[in-house]
């Protein structure tokens, strides 16, 4: 029997080394998938890639088979001994796999839930893996029910408003703060969705240049080619700090990245020049005493929250909605999931009405001789109609109760009753 | 018809103090509009008071304190035309104008000192002290002000709290400026007052500095104002330091004018310059 299969690490999962060893970009995702049709257990793949996650999802007969040479793929891409890897992965089967990439669409799994940009990243993989030829039918109806939800999640929740609200209120903050920014300098320490989304606003509003820090300095040149951006070592964040107006940080550290002591000796350099951290992370990156400092402005995604008027109980009610239309999702695509199960006992069926009605063609056959080809023509159009007209009604109650726990019995019955099995009995 | 155009401008003044109080909470761009003309018109006629209180007296009309709270309250209003024409910051006229208009009302409450001037004070000199000091102590008027917005303004951002002055208050950074550019014009006026006084008490009274109580706290406010200004182009001082700073200054430049006046006497003092 199929199953679908989810395996991956997240922001809550895996430390940022590991994932940051794991990510990759878009021509090594050909790869991964091209690995993943290769293996022989896996059905269909599609493989997930930002810098928050890491997952691939696939569908397979053979599911503790297929789980360890995924590990494997994984362990052997991001060079980390399994070890090491197997504590960080989550892995979901079924109804909950459904659920997770339902989830992950809806940005109801992201580090800031809501954010948008998580959307576009799964379509990518989605584009990746038809490109690739290893979606097949089951992944097909699962990403397009997923996009289907995220969007249900979009337009009937206000929790993406409150994604976008949030950078929106930093950019109001500092605004309130520098009154323009033009010709601010902006530091993005770490770089999530959110930062970017973040420095999108940011530079809209005048932000001149940007500097991208972050410990893998690969991956900073990277988002500092989408801003134009300059990229710098992770031990460069002291000497930058003397020199940029506002701060964005996000990465994923259980540590605090920028430090009291830190800001305080780079303030003597900015001749008290008014420094904004926005700080996106949590756990947070910016030690909170730094907000003690005069002229020091330190917001973290509580306080951003608390700036938009939705306030906590609101935006617990929409994050409800939106659990409850993800559900829902699942829901439906679980039914046509089952449905997969009737198809085989459906095909057999329809096979055995076929060979009789080409057994009995053949039986007729001398006696059809004086007739002209239309009329044997109209006669065999005859005996189908007839043929699915019979089996018509048996089919469909097959698929009405491909939901049900009883189906198996329902099924057993069907292949008795017509005896669909008779070439394995025959055998025996 | 002199004390006419004193009633008449501290009416028209008290009525835009209203119209700005309104336009604090109402926010809307039309208040704002007829209250700054109601503002001007005020000032205008504020001006001919002036003009014919001068004419009247022979001399700058600051000689009690009925006159010279007058003439600040119309130095501050000055200050901050100019400061509307160049920041264009509406919001601070709902704290200036009540500020001067508040002593305006004050002025308005004393009675008014009549009788013949001395002709000690009938001098280029004076008016040209008076003109310049008073000048200063308008714009650090507006450096005050513009301080206290701020601390509002800073304490909100600093702590998360936003009330309804939010939104309603311009930008730290504005803010920070418009106390920077008060400060940096404000100064060269108190020093030049403080020079064409020393000079005209030279001509008038054979001495340039005679420890008179008012010349000792105008020296010590002189002082504090140099040296936030020091702290803020030399140091890099600004933001919340140099807010507390100059309100600091500005208290003292208050006790200077009226403090000493009372409490410590000198030539300078009021009911000296009244005994004429």
Redesign the interface.
């Known amino acids: 029997m199929v199953k679908i299969i989810d395996i991956g690490m997240n922001h809550e999962t895996a430390s940022v080394e590991q994932r940051e060893r794991l990510a990759t970009g878009s021509d090594s995702i050909s790869k991964t998938l091209a690995f993943m049709r290769e293996i022989d257990c896996i059905r269909e793949g599609l493989f997930l890639s930002t810098c928050n996650r890491i997952e691939a999802l696939f569908t397979t007969d053979e599911a503790v088979e297929a789980k360890k040479s995924i590990i494997s793929l994984m362990s052997k891409i991001g060079n980390i001994p399994e070890k090491e890897l197997i504590p960080s992965l989550f892995v979901f089967e079924d109804a909950d796999a459904v659920r997770h990439i339902m989830r992950v669409a809806s940005s109801l799994d992201s580090m800031v839930v809501g954010e948008p940009q998580i959307l576009g990243q799964v379509k990518e993989a989605y584009v990746l893996a038809t490109r690739e030829k290893t979606s097949g039918v089951i992944i097909n109806r699962l990403m397009h029910r997923s996009f289907h939800a995220a969007k249900r999640v979009r337009t009937e929740t206000e929790i993406c408003e409150a994604a976008v609200s949030i950078s929106y209120s930093a950019v109001e903050l500092a605004k309130k703060i520098f009154h323009m920014l033009d010709g601010k300098k902006v530091l993005l320490i770490g770089a999530g969705e959110m930062a970017e989304l973040a420095a999108r606003h940011l530079i809209a509003q005048g932000v001149s240049s940007v500097v991208v820090a972050n410990r893998t300095f690969e991956r900073a040149v990277q988002v500092a080619e989408l801003f134009d951006a300059r990229a710098v070592s992770f031990e460069e964040i002291e000497t930058q700090l003397c020199d940029v107006d506002i701060v964005v940080t996000s990465t994923a550290s259980r540590e605090y990245v920028v430090t009291y002591p830190q800001v305080k000796s780079a303030f003597k350099k900015r001749r008290n020049r008014p420094l904004f951290f926005v700080d996106i992370a949590v756990p947070r990156d910016v030690q909170p005493e730094v907000n003690k400092l005069a002229n020091v402005y330190v917001y973290d995604i509580d306080d951003l929250k608390g700036v938009i008027e939705l306030n906590k109980a609101q935006r617990q009610q929409e994050a409800v909605k939106a659990e409850r239309i993800v559900q829902e999702e699942v829901f439906k695509f679980e039914r046509w999931f089952k449905t997969l199960e009737v198809v085989p006992t459906i095909v057999s069926l329809k096979d055995k009405v076929e060979d009789i009605i080409q057994a009995e063609l053949k039986k007729s056959h001398l006696s059809f001789s004086e007739l002209s080809q239309d009329q044997i023509e109209t006669i065999q159009t005859l005996m189908r109609s007839i043929a699915e007209k019979i089996i018509n009604d048996p089919i469909l109650y097959l698929k009405r109760k491909a939901d049900r726990p009883t189906l198996n019995s329902y099924l057993d019955v069907t292949r008795n009753l017509f005896n669909l099995d008779q070439d394995s009995e025959d055998m025996e | 018809m002199t004390f006419f155009w004193f009633n008449l401008a501290l009416f028209l003044e008290l009525l835009a103090t209203g119209g700005l109080i309104v336009f604090l909470i109402k926010q809307q761009k039309r208040i704002f509009r007829y209250s700054y003309r109601i503002l001007l018109a005020g000032f205008i006629f504020h001006t001919i008071f002036l003009i014919s209180h001068y004419l009247t007296l022979g001399t700058a009309p600051v000689l009690d304190l009925k006159s010279a709270l007058s003439f600040f309250s119309w130095s501050i209003i000055c200050a901050y035309l100019v400061f509307q024409v160049k920041f264009k910051l509406m919001i601070l006229g709902s704290f200036v104008v009540p500020f001067s208009a508040f002593l305006m009302t004050v002025s308005s409450a004393m009675s008014w000192v009549e009788g013949p001037v001395k002709p000690i004070f009938k001098s280029f000199w004076l008016t040209l002290h008076v003109g310049t000091v008073f000048m200063g102590n308008g714009l650090f008027a507006i450096a005050f002000l513009a301080a206290i917005m701020y601390l509002i303004?800073e304490n909100q951002?600093?702590n998360?709290n936003?009330g309804s002055f939010?939104k309603r208050l311009?930008?730290?950074?504005?803010l920070d400026s418009i106390n920077h550019y008060s400060l940096l014009t404000g100064f060269p006026f108190l020093t030049f007052g403080m020079i064409t006084g020393s000079v005209y008490a030279q001509v008038a009274l054979g001495k340039y500095w005679q420890w008179d109580p008012k010349e000792v706290w105008s020296l010590i406010t002189w002082l504090f104002y140099a040296a936030l200004l020091h702290e803020r182009l030399a140091?890099?001082?600004?933001?919340?330091?140099a807010a507390i700073m100059s309100i600091i200054c500005f208290c003292v430049l208050i006790f200077t004018f009226v403090g000493t006046s009372f409490l410590l006497g000198g030539y300078h003092s009021f009911s000296n310059l009244g005994a004429r």
Do not use: C, D, E, N
């Not at chain 2, 311009?170 to 504005?174: F, G, M, N, Q, Y």
């Not at chain 2, 140091?235 to 330091?241: D, I, K, L």
């Open positions: 303004q951002i600093k998360k936003f939010y311009p930008s730290l950074a504005t140091a890099g001082w600004r933001g919340r330091r």
